[in-house]
């Protein structure tokens, strides 16, 4: 039994749709007994899987709240076999504030997990996840982009999960969101993510960064609203056809600490290079200028090895630190230990 004190007002046993919301308490100085009200929606029909879909864990990614809304809309019981589990936007008041962190307490929802029944209102989501959705789930989706901060090639991605039919099936998971570039990646800015918690949990975990920074194209929003629903038809709980991969995907990993590229020092950050392009080993993709020293040269920012540029900083003012590239290499992931 779950200690959460957030309250649902859907029953997640009932077949059928409903859509309600959780409640998860927390209080600010205009509302003593407040509650923050986040969306969720069960439909269901019958025995098969049950796959969770998550969007919204940081608030300013927006094309996957969007696809878990359209979802949400149009999802019928009669369309399914088992059950579907949406939360559109896990961090309310973040996605309404378009930070990526939760204003309430400053934190990172994704580096909340397991959770803390007694903690700041992430922390009480998180821990929600970890002891009521996820153990209900055979599939956990969590749909990210770059935000505000970064820029993606639209990918699906994944952690190199022990291999084992749980690797197996997320490589097949990902590969059926029919992005171009699959995505293997590894965390270097801390712990807690709520992937990994539904990956030691043994699920199926299949995510995401759908583009980046502020400008959502309208090719974005349709490849993550298309993505979504054929990676449900492959999951065996939405009816249909799966749409066949127009071709096979380019499997890239980034799983060393170099791959990922920080600001040595702040100021403007120029990319030199196209997101997407392939770059040789030691080649700049990135400058930062110092706006009170136009005399001084951009320091550069080099790839680490060969490969592709599968992200890069998406604001032009840097601080020093910031995250501003990630370099990629080509990997066969089923030739992976
Ligand atoms: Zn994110």
């Given at each position: 039994?779950?200690?959460?004190?957030?309250?649902?007002?859907?029953?997640?046993?009932?077949?059928?749709?409903?859509?309600?919301?959780?409640?998860?308490?927390?209080?600010?100085?205009?509302?003593?007994?407040?509650?923050?009200?986040?969306?969720?929606?069960?439909?269901?029909?019958?025995?098969?899987?049950?796959?969770?879909?998550?969007?919204?864990?940081?608030?300013?990614?927006?094309?996957?709240?969007?696809?878990?809304?359209?979802?949400?809309?149009?999802?019928?019981?009669?369309?399914?076999?088992?059950?579907?589990?949406?939360?559109?936007?896990?961090?309310?008041?973040?996605?309404?504030?378009?930070?990526?962190?939760?204003?309430?307490?400053?934190?990172?929802?994704?580096?909340?997990?397991?959770?803390?029944?007694?903690?700041?209102?992430?922390?009480?989501?998180?821990?929600?996840?970890?002891?009521?959705?996820?153990?209900?789930?055979?599939?956990?989706?969590?749909?990210?982009?770059?935000?505000?901060?970064?820029?993606?090639?639209?990918?699906?991605?994944?952690?190199?999960?022990?291999?084992?039919?749980?690797?197996?099936?997320?490589?097949?998971?990902?590969?059926?969101?029919?992005?171009?570039?699959?995505?293997?990646?590894?965390?270097?800015?801390?712990?807690?993510?709520?992937?990994?918690?539904?990956?030691?949990?043994?699920?199926t975990v299949i995510t995401t960064e759908m583009g980046g920074s502020e400008n959502v194209t309208a090719g974005v929003h349709h490849a993550t609203q298309a993505g979504v629903r054929n990676v449900l038809v492959q999951?065996?709980?939405?009816?249909?056809?799966?749409?066949?991969?127009?071709?096979?995907?380019?499997?890239?990993?980034?799983?060393?600490?170099?791959?990922?590229?920080?600001a040595p020092e702040s100021g403007v950050y120029e990319n030199l290079v196209p997101l997407g392009s392939d770059v040789s080993a030691g080649q700049p993709v990135g400058a930062t200028h110092f706006l009170e020293r136009?005399?001084?040269?951009?320091?550069?920012?080099?790839?680490?090895?060969?490969?592709?540029?599968?992200?890069?900083?998406?604001?032009?003012?840097?601080?020093?630190?910031?995250?501003?590239?990630?370099?990629?290499?080509?990997?066969?992931?089923?030739?992976?230990?």
């Amino acid at each position: 039994m779950s200690d959460s004190p957030i309250r649902a007002t859907v029953d997640y046993a009932k077949p059928g749709k409903q859509i309600g919301h959780l409640f998860v308490p927390y209080s600010h100085n205009l509302g003593g007994w407040a509650n923050l009200m986040l969306p969720v929606a069960v439909v269901a029909n019958g025995p098969g899987p049950t796959v969770l879909v998550l969007a919204g864990n940081h608030g300013d990614e927006y094309p996957g709240q969007v696809a878990v809304m359209r979802l949400l809309r149009e999802l019928k019981p009669d369309q399914l076999t088992g059950r579907v589990i949406l939360v559109p936007t896990l961090t309310m008041p973040a996605a309404k504030a378009a930070t990526r962190l939760s204003p309430l307490a400053g934190t990172n929802f994704n580096r909340c997990s397991p959770g803390n029944p007694r903690g700041s209102p992430s922390e009480v989501v998180a821990h929600y996840l970890t002891t009521v959705l996820f153990p209900l789930a055979d599939t956990v989706i969590d749909i990210h982009t770059g935000g505000r901060s970064m820029d993606f090639v639209p990918c699906a991605h994944m952690h190199l999960v022990p291999a084992g039919p749980q690797r197996a099936a997320m490589l097949a998971g990902t590969e059926a969101w029919n992005t171009d570039l699959c995505f293997l990646y590894a965390d270097v800015a801390g712990t807690g993510l709520l992937p990994v918690e539904a990956e030691r949990q043994g699920k199926t975990v299949i995510t995401t960064e759908m583009g980046g920074s502020e400008n959502v194209t309208a090719g974005v929003h349709h490849a993550t609203q298309a993505g979504v629903r054929n990676v449900l038809v492959q999951q065996g709980v939405l009816r249909g056809e799966v749409v066949p991969r127009p071709r096979p995907a380019r499997w890239v990993q980034a799983l060393a600490w170099e791959d990922y590229r920080f600001a040595p020092e702040s100021g403007v950050y120029e990319n030199l290079v196209p997101l997407g392009s392939d770059v040789s080993a030691g080649q700049p993709v990135g400058a930062t200028h110092f706006l009170e020293r136009p005399d001084r040269e951009p320091v550069e920012v080099a790839a680490h090895a060969a490969g592709v540029l599968v992200a890069c900083r998406a604001p032009s003012i840097v601080a020093q630190g910031d995250c501003v590239a990630c370099v990629a290499r080509d990997v066969d992931p089923r030739r992976l230990e």
